[in-house]
T-cell receptor
């Protein structure tokens, strides 16, 4: 069973508009959540994280929202730029330090 | 510069041969991880190590082996028992403990192709 799900394999957005990437999880014991960005043939790079005790964390154009009751988090990118085009992975972790990753959402930002 | 290095970037092997992928980090991280990525799939955990001379199986450890003789190094051997070894392999490391989010830092990856 997938503990972390990204149900949208792809998302296309116009430059300057908002990109919203979604992630659902099943395990209420997760302590923290992270978003990674990945280009083809490269390693993922960390974008932003959020602790389970918070509901929002913001860093520049990136904001992550956590809805614990719905077991749902989302990444908002505003404004979207062509350089944001990549695969975005949601990950969740607990006390052991291991991360469980979703399958990713491919974001395409069109000029 | 601090970071994680993986070598080589591309690796070709004949079916039935064992192959070892290198991973080195100079971030002074205690924990190191190996993941495998296949098209349309997320990152699946192969093995991880939280301390020198100790490591644990991840979700897809069959056909793989690791060692952790030094804090900086965590090589992965893909054995002939691995049925579908062609994939993109990613190594990561993280600091453990504290109030951080256990962020993992990734290397650039090794693309292994078995012919």
């Amino acid at each position: 069973d997938q503990q972390v799900k990204q149900n949208s394999p792809s998302l296309s957005v116009q430059e300057g508009r908002i990109s919203i990437l979604n992630c659902d999880y099943t395990n209420s014991m997760f302590d923290y959540f992270l978003w990674y960005k990945k280009y083809p043939a490269e390693g993922p790079t960390f974008l932003i994280s959020i602790s389970s005790i918070k509901d929002k964390n913001e860093d520049g154009r990136f904001t992550v929202f956590l809805n614990k009751s719905a077991k749902h988090l989302s990444l908002h990118i505003v404004p979207s730029q062509p350089g944001d085009s990549a695969v975005y992975f949601c990950a969740a972790g607990g006390s052991q330090g291991n991360l469980i990753f979703g399958k990713g959402t491919k974001l395409s930002v069109k000029p | 510069d601090g970071g994680i290095t993986q070598s080589p970037k591309y690796l070709f092997r004949k079916e039935g041969q064992n192959v070892t992928l290198s991973c080195e980090q100079n971030l002074n991280h205690d924990a190191m991880y190996w993941y495998r990525q296949d098209p349309g799939q997320g990152l699946r955990l192969i093995y991880y190590s939280q301390i020198v001379n100790d490591f644990q199986k991840g979700d897809i450890a069959e056909g793989y082996s690791v060692s952790r003789e030094k804090k900086e190094s965590f090589p992965l051997t893909v054995t002939s028992a691995q049925k579908n070894p062609t994939a993109f392999y990613l190594c990561a490391s993280s600091a453990l403990g504290g109030s951080g989010g256990y962020e993992q830092f990734f290397g650039p990856g090794t693309r292994l192709t078995v012919l």
